[in-house]
């Protein structure tokens, strides 16, 4: 409705069955305020209109004019046009002035009309900005004329001539023409000769071929796109490089197209995120039809590991269907930085179609090598409790959502773990099953050789197994056993069970008591020697407190701090009473015979 101060004001007269005489007009009306366009675009400005008819129901008539001023779309300026039009002896007519020039008219008993239309650099981003694409813009400048019958396409004359053309995508030009020219001649569109539309700085692409609406259609279009400069484009990719060449043609109708072509890649590159791994040098070609797409001879390298990709995809409609696609690769560099770093050979097939995938192969792991540092405490093993990973969010994409896994892992060499805590050399024996949403791994992993070390006692591992039986979920058995020597004693620590639950067993040699062979890894003493030992003496807790503080705290303390001492130790306090003070000592040596200390 009418905002405040606005209004629309009409009167007139009709004789049912015969003649008729009126008139509506408004000074000034928002075009937010006229409610069907507020629901639909965001369009702002005012329009100002006055109409006049009179006539009878089987020859009509009227005239009348519409401005439109300060017009916007998206909140970019369209500016300020006028129509004229009228209606009268059967025949309509339309005149437009300022930003639209237009002239049309249309007889609606016969069909025929004619139109023409002429743009001076027209903004187009609130055209983009129509269809959601607000971060688009250009201009066009040019001629549109049309003439003919609108009941009878086949006799529909007309030509396109736009002198300018310019497409950016957020303010860089991404495509630019100074001359398309079309005409059509009995209802045939024919795309003439004429300079190529260049495509972001070196790119460029032709287009030319004739079609009828109820004929037959015969177009090509022709390009060749530098991929350094659509980089920019494409977010994560924008280190994008090479070149893609290719043509496209168009036959059969416009109810059932035929479409063929081919695509060339020419030294393409670009770094794969988050792995931070280059693909380099892919060469190759893509060759589509109406009915299936070809990769046919795809190479290129990952690193230094080459790599191949051959395969259909079956189209129905251009939809994709049935699918046989193979990848191959050879020392294919895998990286997880600061953690893991493998390298391997892959042969891996994807069949089916979008709604029933398999991906089955082998992929054989050349080397390997975790390195990433982690923290060992025995303690909070003894009192271990799985923690729940977070849920993943189930793939929804076509091929992955049914995707099957069949996937044989081989090795040329054992998997190295080389870390803070441990040196192992593993072997595995695995196969990957479930699906790409629900994986499962059957199989073994087997330790060869190896040390863990804690509180700077390295244990052996004399055995290191995981089996990976369960046929719903990944929750291997672990059956793990280590040994120790400290001093007298050789102490075993044997893991056993699932991860839901693990059973924890400590033994040794001399036999012990389990607090003692606690206190022996981490104090070096047994319970009786902290509580004095044959003397009868009894250990405070302050004395214990600095022990266990000392023996997890002073190697970490030195290496952060740069020290050569730190100590803590309990002393007796002046009532004589046992450990009832706490003294730290640090210390730094200056030369071989010098040092200070403080304690």
């Known amino acids: 409705s009418p905002r405040e101060g606005e209004s629309v004001e009409a009167g007139g007269w009709f004789v049912p069955g015969g003649r008729y005489g009126g008139n509506v007009s408004s000074s000034g009306v928002s075009l937010e305020s006229i409610g069907w366009i507020a629901k639909r675009v965001p369009l702002k400005g005012r329009t100002a209109f006055d109409f006049t008819g009179e006539g009878d129901v089987k020859n009509p008539g009227a005239e009348g004019t519409i401005d439109f001023e300060d017009v916007a779309l998206y909140g970019r300026p369209l500016g300020n046009f006028s129509f004229h039009g009228e209606a009268r002896d059967g025949t309509a007519a339309l005149a437009g002035t300022g930003d639209f020039p237009l002239e049309a008219w249309y007889r609606w008993e016969t069909g025929d009309f004619s139109a023409a239309l002429s743009l001076a650099k027209k903004d187009l981003a609130p055209f983009f900005s129509l269809f959601g694409l607000a971060r688009w813009g250009g201009e066009a400048a040019g001629t549109v004329r049309l003439a003919g019958n609108a009941r009878r396409p086949e006799e529909i004359d007309g030509e396109i001539d736009l002198s300018a053309l310019q497409v950016f995508y957020d303010g860089t030009r991404i495509l630019s023409a100074d001359e398309i020219r079309a005409e059509i001649r009995k209802g045939?569109?024919?795309?003439?000769?004429?300079?190529?539309?260049?495509?972001?700085?070196?790119?460029?692409l032709t287009l030319a071929g004739r079609g009828?609406?109820?004929?037959?259609?015969?177009?090509?279009?022709d390009g060749s796109v530098p991929l350094a400069a659509v980089g920019p484009f494409v977010g994560d990719l924008a280190d994008l490089a090479g070149r893609v060449t290719g043509y496209a043609q168009v036959g059969g109708t416009f109810a059932r197209p035929e479409i063929q072509g081919e695509i060339s890649l020419e030294n393409l590159g670009m770094t794969v995120l988050p792995l931070m791994e280059r693909v380099r040098d892919v060469r190759g070609k893509i060759g589509f039809t109406t009915t299936a797409i070809?990769?046919?001879?795809?190479?290129?390298?990952?690193?230094?590991g080459p790599f191949s990709l051959d395969g259909t995809v079956a189209l129905d409609h251009l939809v994709p269907g049935e699918t046989d696609l193979r990848l191959k690769g050879e020392r294919l560099p895998f990286l997880v930085p600061n953690t893991l770093q493998v390298v391997m050979n892959a042969d891996l097939a994807l069949r089916g179609t979008p709604e029933a995938g398999r991906l089955e192969g082998t992929v054989t792991f050349v080397e390997g090598l975790y390195y990433r540092k982690t923290g060992l405490d025995l303690r909070s093993f003894l009192e271990r409790k799985r923690s729940v990973s977070p849920s993943r969010e189930p793939a929804a994409l076509p091929y992955l959502k049914n995707l099957a896994l069949d996937i044989?892992?081989?090795?040329?060499?054992?998997?190295?773990?080389?870390?803070n805590v441990a040196r192992l050399v593993v072997v595995q024996d695995l196969r990957a099953g479930g699906t790409w949403n629900d994986p499962l791994l059957f199989g073994r992993v087997t330790v060869q050789s190896g040390t863990v070390t804690y509180q700077d006692r390295t244990f052996t591992v004399d055995r290191g197994i995981l089996d990976f039986t369960s046929p719903d979920?990944?929750?291997?058995?672990?059956?793990f056993q280590s040994r120790v020597r400290v001093r007298d004693w050789v102490i075993?620590?044997?893991?056993?069970?699932?991860?839901?639950?693990?059973?924890?067993?400590?033994?040794?040699?001399p036999s012990e008591e389990d607090q003692d062979i606690l206190a022996l890894l981490l104090f070096g003493k047994t319970t009786r020697?902290?509580?004095?030992?044959?003397?009868?003496?009894?250990?405070s807790p302050e004395q214990m407190l600095a022990e266990l503080v000392a023996s997890t705290l002073s190697g970490q303390v030195r290496e952060l701090t740069g020290l050569d001492v730190f100590e803590i130790k309990a002393k007796a306090g002046e009532n004589g009473e046992t450990g009832s003070n706490i003294q730290v000592t640090l210390g730094k040596k200056i030369t071989r015979r010098f040092g200070v200390e403080y304690n």
């Open 188 to 204: 045939v569109l024919s795309l003439l000769p004429g300079r190529p539309v260049r495509l972001v700085e070196e790119g460029a």
């Open 212 to 221: 009828a609406l109820g004929g037959e259609l015969d177009f090509r279009i």
């Open 294 to 304: 070809t990769v046919a001879d795809v190479r290129g390298f990952l690193e230094e």
């Open 408 to 419: 044989l892992f081989r090795q040329e060499k054992p998997f190295l773990v080389d870390n």
């Open 473 to 479: 979920r990944v929750d291997p058995r672990l059956d």
């Open 492 to 509: 075993l620590l044997d893991i056993t069970g699932t991860l839901d639950s693990l059973k924890f067993i400590l033994s040794s040699t």
């Open 529 to 539: 020697e902290l509580a004095g030992g044959t003397g009868g003496g009894s250990a």
